[in-house]
């Protein structure tokens, strides 16, 4: 008799198949819920560094509690409900600070919209360790939060003022609900191919790439929304991998001044000149910050690149990795502070040249004080009516030079009182000769849409040069301005056919108390230009007339009807 097949082993057979079945599925779908959690937590904290990086750090830091209502309390309110419009998975943006030992919000993106959002200085309470962490480095939730707005997962990422330093962060939260949803879809998929295999395995394997499919799919929209992010953030993004740059938005084509082409056309160290400010090679530093990077710790750090036309920049960094498709990133959002970085010297310099004018102007009023009770002291003492004619006209020129002590201070007194600006070169000087009578002499302008990065006070410069030609150069009928310009500066150029100035006196009209009030403004005139670096001679022929040259240097010029990196021929004049 035969014996029947046992059914111990196709039941064992069928046992390992199923655990196998269930192990290998209990795999995937525990790994894509890992990777799907991981690219949500990335695109918080990316969506919060975006948000950051457009949050101007120094009016975030003087908010304080009764700011809800200012114009810079709704400005920020305003940027971070357009950074929740684009995605509408984000449930709540808002920003933090630590005060003391606790956590307290500033600007919430529905105050004023949700009748229970926080307004400033609202303590957040139990802060963890997530959260605390964002306040020195991009953090995101590693589970789900529950507070008094609901369940979330959070993302956090810094927010610095102009000097670097963190006054903040931006809190990104996605709803449980939509996260949660397609991790339970991921569940019960599972459950379905756990009973398909019962069926067939094949079965079980087509619905596990569905889902894989779907994930993928998933994936590919919550992309597209970053790059909804990316295209929109105010400053420039660059993606890169170890060797090159792989995409970038459109504002880092205005930041480079070139086209998207031309930028990923290049390394990360054609960006750069080869030395830093401190001599430090380019290609060497840059390498370290991103090595620390892509081992996971965020840069962020000050950096000289170079447009396209070769001209250089100063900007800030911010530097983290990102995953994206699969594969990892390094992400640089910069932005441009180069204007703020010639206001912070100009007013360096202006700090210093005050300290010198008012040591000067002090001393001279001093010296004349001395002298003046001196010859009073004198006087009380009696003496004949001959000494006293003299000693009172010894009196009346110590007076004399006081007040002219304090007219030169009065016509210091506004040297940087504001941050120096562009400005177009000849709005200045019409509106410079529009305070003189110039009417008898012809002018001759050469002047393009030339503007130069100068004090405020430059119309007083072109002022002090046409009155200059009024007072001293009487004969002259006409006055021309124009420009040559050079591979590495600028001349501004202003002559007059009047009788010229003596070689002896070319470089003492610009000395204070040499010739007069007239001689005063002359050397304002150099104090105000040298504020942003531009010096000033006379080069005229005496005999042929007066000639001002004003050396302006690369990248204190621009011509605003000019392509960025062309260059315009010479003027003769």
């Not at 050469?446 to 009487?474: G, M, T, W």
């Not at 001689?519 to 531009?534: D, N």
Request: some cysteine; aromatic content about 8%; overall charge negative.
């Amino acid at each position: 008799m035969l014996r029947k097949p046992s059914r111990i082993i196709p039941i064992v057979l069928i046992f390992i198949i199923l655990t196998l079945t269930g192990v290998f599925l209990y795999a995937i779908s525990t790994e894509t819920r890992t990777s799907f959690k991981e690219s949500v937590q990335e695109n918080l904290v990316s969506a919060a560094g975006i948000a950051a990086s457009e949050i101007d750090g120094d009016a975030f830091a003087r908010l304080q509690p009764g700011d809800e209502n200012s114009p810079a309390f709704l400005h920020i309110r305003d940027q971070l409900n357009r950074i929740r419009n684009t995605n509408p998975k984000i449930l709540f943006i808002y920003t933090m600070r630590q005060s003391g030992n606790t956590v307290e919000f500033v600007v919430d993106a529905d105050y004023g919209i949700a009748s229970d959002s926080p307004a400033i200085g609202k303590a957040y309470p139990e802060a963890e360790p997530e959260l605390l962490a964002g306040f020195t480095r991009p953090s995101a939730d590693n589970e789900f939060t529950t507070d008094e707005w609901g369940t979330v997962l959070s993302g956090f990422s810094l927010i610095r003022d102009s000097s670097g330093t963190v006054v903040g962060l931006v809190g990104v939260d996605m709803d449980s609900t939509h996260v949660q949803a397609d991790m339970d879809r991921i569940n019960q998929a599972l459950y379905v191919l756990l009973f398909l295999a019962l069926i067939a395995i094949t079965i079980g394997i087509v619905v596990i790439e569905y889902q894989r499919y779907r994930d993928e799919e998933m994936l590919e929209e919550s992309e597209k929304k970053f790059r909804t992010l990316f295209e929109n953030a105010g400053a420039a993004i660059l993606i890169m991998d170890k060797h090159r740059i792989v995409d970038c938005n459109h504002q880092t084509s205005l930041v480079f001044r070139g086209s998207r082409e031309e930028i990923l056309s290049r390394c990360p160290s054609d960006c750069s000149p080869e030395s830093q400010p401190d001599g430090s090679p380019s290609v060497e530093m840059a390498r370290t910050h991103m090595q620390k990077a892509f081992f996971g710790e965020p840069q962020f750090f000050e950096w000289v690149f170079t447009h396209c036309d070769g001209t250089p920049f100063i900007a800030e960094v911010s530097l983290n990795r990102i995953a994206l498709q699969g594969s990892e990133y390094l992400q640089a959002i910069i932005q441009d502070i180069s204007e703020r970085k010639k206001a912070e010297s100009a007013l360096q310099k202006v700090t210093k040249k005050l300290t010198l004018l008012n040591a000067l102007t002090f001393n001279e009023i001093r010296n004349a004080v001395f002298a003046l009770n001196g010859f009073m002291s004198i006087e009380r003492d009696g003496v004949d009516p001959e000494k006293l004619k003299g000693l009172r006209e010894k009196e009346q020129i110590q007076l004399h030079k006081i007040l002219k002590s304090l007219s030169f201070a009065k016509s210091y007194q506004d040297l940087g009182a504001n941050p120096p600006k562009w400005q177009n070169v000849k709005q200045s000087f019409l509106l410079a000769i529009s305070h003189t009578n110039f009417s008898s002499v012809s002018r001759s302008l050469h002047l393009e849409n030339l503007e130069i990065y100068a004090d405020p006070l430059l119309e007083q410069v072109f002022f002090s040069l046409a009155d200059n030609v009024l007072k001293h150069a009487r004969s002259a009928t006409a006055v021309t301005i124009g420009f040559e310009e050079g591979e590495s500066s600028l001349l501004i150029i202003f002559e007059d056919n009047g009788p010229g100035i003596p070689a002896s006196m070319k470089e003492k009209i610009f000395e204070p108390g040499i010739g007069g009030s007239q001689s005063m403004a002359l050397f304002l005139a150099r104090e105000i230009l040298s504020i942003t670096g531009i010096t000033i001679r006379e080069t005229g022929t005496e005999g042929m007339g007066a000639r001002f040259e004003m050396s302006v240097p690369h990248g204190v010029y621009r011509f605003t009807d000019r392509a960025p990196g062309s260059h315009s021929d010479s003027r003769n004049l």
